[in-house]
């Protein structure tokens, strides 16, 4: 059985007559210890995915109309709200993209890291595990650190105190939101290298959310590609890179900047992401994508598996 | 040529907290200190009000009434008291020649407790004589001395702003805190019943309440009644704030971060949402404080306060409401200055607060 299994997720905001459908017909598996990535642009529903693992996006304004997140096993979308506590940062934990904003700045950060403790292993709520946490990400002095305010500290390092926190009850799955984002390229690359090695040590799944596609081939198993909130790629991660088959994720890897060759301009994806609510009849890529057929704005393409573990959301997809 | 000083290890300190910040920026502030310095002065005296007092608050002497101020003086190496005695037609007083007492330190007196509970009777100074009475302000019309019951007072004006604050600052924030959190309709419920509250006029409505209590109760009675009414008048501008505060801190990324965690609303709203408001509240605190102490003093002047013998000084000053009075015995204005002086103090610190309190706009 996988660890998390979203099955034909749906979710509004708003209700009735007003309802946008912000997840549309969203599935995905994690297995124990895999890790796969979350890839789209901005404002195609990766978040709101990722939130509603632990149901942390807020109902109203959220409705979840259809499917379910089976999570360990368990319902997420029928858990009362006690037990779901308990899921929250005990099962999955988070990790966001601002680190600045997600430390409470007037809290030293050892009493951050042990208010997670106390949540969820409260015999372990000592100075002591805090300090093996700071030293388990790289955190240099650990014993002076935890008397820091999260101000005091550099992203970098306010980022690792919060992959301490997400840490601290020893989660079966983390979500790492655009951990990096908000980091430059070489503090980038140490949080990768130490999310991958905190993963080998300690054997967790790892839901990676990215605009990244660098990052994806060094951290991923498998990759779901999102666009206007539907999966549209899932495919493992060799696999798409060496040859992506929807016409979406072809053109974000061209619009990756190369370093060798004679570059020309950067290509780009022309326009934007429709806004929730306003998604086009028929495929939702068709009005950006260079391929487009008449027919692709009358029928929604199905998610069809072309190959074993890989899905494709057009019905195109050897033609183009 | 100067050189700079080599910075040892322990002395480079970088950063300071916020709290260390905070004190630094105060510091600066030089009538903010003072402010803090006078209050930290009259809490003291209030604190220890039956020791420097030379009477017990109730300790009369009809035949001083509205003895006019009486210090002692320098004679030799000897401070002293004369004797005084009234003249036969009003209150006019005149020394009796070579009849004096000597100003004594940790003399005998009334008996009173220290802190409420230590039973003594030594007083900082004085005659030991109630016949030779120190009149440092004068006396009222019952001879009582103005100085002590100033003193008495204190414990009650300057204790009825901290503790109405506490009380109205803890359910206005956690009332506010929760109103802001869960917004919605509880937001609209709790907001509308902060309107009712702040849309009647304060002054009748404590009044109203006040005359809703049943009459012939005890000062302590009386005392915690006079806190619960200021206080239940004041909860609701409070809340309003923190509900405007809280509305804007709910969206940021720690309080997700903290729901992802697994925390519970409540502990959410009191551990992460309420703390980022201190540096607001402490000020405005420190500002509302004298709401209280006159709140007190306007009630216990319409005779619906503190009731006599007891003193506060809002009684002692209903008792200068007659221009008579004023006119002939200026000295029962007094406690006004008290007043005044208090109230000027907290605004100082408050104001002092208020530019220190920024501190992450450095």
Known sequence: ?320 | METAEPISIAEAKFTLSPGQLFWQRLKRRKIAVAGGVILIFLYAVALTAGFVAPFYYDHLNTDYSFHPPLWPRLSGFHLIVPRTEAQADGFVYHELPNDTKPLHFFVCGDKYKLFGFIPASIHLFGTGDSNYPVYLLGADQFGRDVFSRILYGSQISLSIGIIGIALSFAFGMIIGGISGYFAGSTDTVIMRLCELIMSIPALYLIISLRAAFPPGMSSSEIYAMIVVILSFIGWASMARVIRGMTLSLREQQFVLAARALGQSHLKIICRHILPNTFSYVIVAATLSVPYYILGEVVLSFLGVGIQEPQASWGNMLSAAEDVQYLQNYPWLLAPSAAIFVTVLAFNFLGDGLRDAADTKSL
Not at chain 1, 4 to 26: C, S
Not at chain 1, 236 to 251: D, G, M
Not at chain 1, 279 to 291: D, L, N, Q, S, T
């Open chain 1, 1 to 320: 059985m996988n660890l998390l299994e979203i099955k034909n997720l749906k979710m509004d905001f708003g209700k009735n007559a007003e309802a946008l459908r912000a997840i549309d017909d969203v599935s995905l598996t994690i297995g124990a210890g895999e890790t796969v990535c979350l890839v789209g642009e901005s404002g195609c529903g990766k978040t709101v995915t990722a939130l509603s693992i632990a149901r942390l996006v807020p109902t109203p304004p959220a409705n979840y109309v259809g499917g379910e997140i089976l999570l360990n096993g368990q319902d997420i979308l029928k858990m009362p709200n006690g037990e779901l506590r308990n899921i929250r940062g005990g099962v999955v934990s988070y990790v966001f993209q601002e680190p600045g904003a997600a430390l409470n700045p007037v809290f030293r950060v050892g009493n951050q890291i042990k208010e997670s403790l106390k949540l969820h292993k409260p015999e372990k709520a000592t100075n002591e595990e805090v300090i093996r946490l700071l030293k388990l990400v790289g955190i240099p002095a650990p014993e002076s650190r935890i008397r820091n305010y999260p101000f005091e500290m550099s992203g970098g390092m306010q980022q690792r105190v919060m992959i301490a926190m997400a840490l601290a009850s020893e989660p079966k799955l983390l979500v790492a939101d655009e951990p990096t984002t908000a980091l430059d390229v070489t503090i980038q690359a140490q949080i990768l290298e130490l999310l991958h090695e905190l993963k080998q040590r300690l054997g967790m799944a790892i839901l990676l959310i990215t605009h990244n596609l660098g990052i994806v081939g060094d951290m991923a198993d498998r990759v779901a590609v999102m666009y206007a909130g539907q999966i549209v790629e899932l495919a493992p991660v060799k696999e798409l890179l060496r040859q992506p088959l929807h016409p979406y994720t072809k053109a974000l890897m061209a619009s990756v900047p190369k370093l060798r060759g004679d570059a020309d301009r950067l290509s780009a994806i022309p326009g934007n992401v429709p806004r929730i609510g306003n998604f086009p009849a028929g495929c939702r890529f068709a009005p950006r994508c260079p391929m487009a057929k008449p027919e692709c704005s009358e029928k929604v393409p199905e998610l069809v598996e072309v190959e074993a573990g890989r899905w494709v959301r057009c019905p195109f997809w050897k033609t183009s």
